[in-house]
């Protein structure tokens, strides 16, 4: 199943994707507002058995797409995840996941604007999938991770490069705001399968700029929930990036920087193609 999170007649709501459209699931589930609430009470299997063979209340054109969790608690993206990247960067092997945060309001829905901070020229693209927290949890063992998983969704890591290469820390490049992409969709695991099998290509106005496969990750999903459950409680509805594979603009000669006007498209397979145009800070 599928489920997004957007607004229609001003007003917020969720639901599932079914064909020809959407069936608001908040009208359906009293006293849940969003998807947040939605996993984090344990109903999006039966959201999923509720839809089965229902006519769409409305069509996608009819709502504004939100990123798929608007309100998460925490965003903890995986840093040089990938071999290609990590050699891209010069960076040394380390033994443990390497983590930075993001904002909420660093992220944008699936077709909306990305913007070009007026402060840099060096905006960059990374594209990811992420995972979404379904059951939380400390301390969680690898081999139970995949448990706490309520979905997928491609990722745009948007990295204004200058300001995160001012100190050793990566929080100010990663937060300017409506920097990033998160969408279209929460894909349940139930619909993917095996997620390693999962290929990833970014592309920039249509040129392939990143390739690879979840295979290549170094630290496999299991292992970032297991590590970044040792060091905070996750919850429900909390996200986690799992890294970008080599390619990035930063690294190429001559390097390529997101321009206004620019389309970058995530395209993670079966879990969907998040698509951003860039566009001017006003």
């Given at each position: 199943?599928?489920?997004?999170?957007?607004?229609?007649?001003?007003?917020?709501?969720?639901?599932?994707?079914?064909?020809?459209g959407i069936v608001?699931?908040?009208?359906?589930?009293?006293?849940?507002?969003?998807?947040?609430?939605?996993?984090?009470?344990?109903?999006?299997?039966?959201?999923?058995?509720?839809?089965?063979?229902?006519?769409?209340?409305?069509?996608?054109?009819?709502?504004?797409?939100?990123?798929?969790?608007?309100?998460?608690?925490?965003?903890?993206?995986?840093?040089?995840?990938?071999?290609?990247?990590?050699?891209?960067?010069?960076?040394?092997?380390?033994?443990?996941?390497?983590?930075?945060?993001?904002?909420?309001?660093?992220?944008?829905?699936?077709?909306?604007?990305?913007?070009k901070p007026a402060?840099?020229?060096?905006?960059?693209?990374?594209?990811?999938?992420?995972?979404?927290?379904?059951?939380?949890?400390?301390?969680?063992?690898?081999?139970?991770?995949?448990?706490?998983?309520?979905?997928?969704?491609?990722?745009?890591?948007?990295?204004?490069?200058?300001?995160?290469?001012?100190?050793?820390?990566?929080?100010?490049?990663?937060?300017?705001?409506?920097?990033?992409?998160?969408?279209?969709?929460?894909?349940?695991?139930?619909?993917?399968?095996?997620?390693?099998?999962?290929?990833?290509?970014?592309?920039?106005?249509?040129?392939?700029?990143?390739?690879?496969?979840?295979?290549?990750?170094?630290?496999?999903?299991?292992?970032?929930?297991?590590?970044?459950?040792?060091?905070?409680?996750?919850?429900?509805?909390?996200?986690?990036?799992?890294?970008?594979?080599?390619?990035?603009?930063?690294?190429?000669?001559?390097?390529?920087?997101?321009?206004?006007?620019?389309?970058?498209?995530?395209?993670?397979?079966?879990?969907?193609?998040?698509?951003?145009?860039?566009?001017?800070?006003?």
């Amino acid at each position: 199943m599928r489920f997004v999170s957007y607004v229609r007649l001003g007003r917020p709501s969720f639901g599932a994707l079914v064909d020809g459209g959407i069936v608001d699931l908040a009208r359906h589930m009293p006293g849940i507002d969003t998807l947040r609430e939605a996993i984090a009470e344990d109903l999006l299997a039966d959201a999923a058995r509720e839809v089965v063979g229902r006519a769409p209340e409305f069509a996608m054109s009819d709502v504004m797409l939100l990123p798929v969790i608007p309100d998460p608690a925490k965003i903890l993206c995986v840093g040089v995840n990938y071999v290609a990247h990590r050699e891209e960067t010069g960076r040394k092997e380390v033994g443990y996941p390497t983590y930075f945060t993001r904002f909420a309001d660093t992220l944008v829905s699936h077709g909306a604007p990305i913007i070009k901070p007026a402060v840099s020229d060096k905006l960059d693209y990374e594209g990811e999938l992420a995972l979404v927290i379904g059951r939380g949890g400390r301390n969680i063992k690898p081999e139970n991770a995949l448990d706490h998983v309520a979905g997928y969704a491609p990722f745009m890591d948007g990295s204004v490069r200058d300001f995160q290469r001012h100190t050793g820390q990566f929080t100010p490049g990663k937060n300017f705001p409506a920097t990033g992409g998160f969408g279209p969709a929460l894909v349940t695991p139930d619909e993917l399968g095996d997620v390693t099998s999962l290929p990833i290509e970014t592309r920039v106005n249509g040129e392939v700029l990143q390739k690879a496969s979840l295979s290549d990750l170094i630290f496999s999903i299991p292992d970032v929930i297991a590590y970044a459950s040792t060091f905070t409680p996750l919850q429900p509805g909390d996200v986690i990036a799992t890294g970008t594979p080599g390619g990035v603009g930063e690294r190429r000669d001559p390097p390529i920087w997101l321009k206004c006007g620019d389309v970058v498209e995530v395209d993670v397979g079966a879990a969907g193609t998040l698509v951003n145009r860039i566009v001017a800070e006003v």
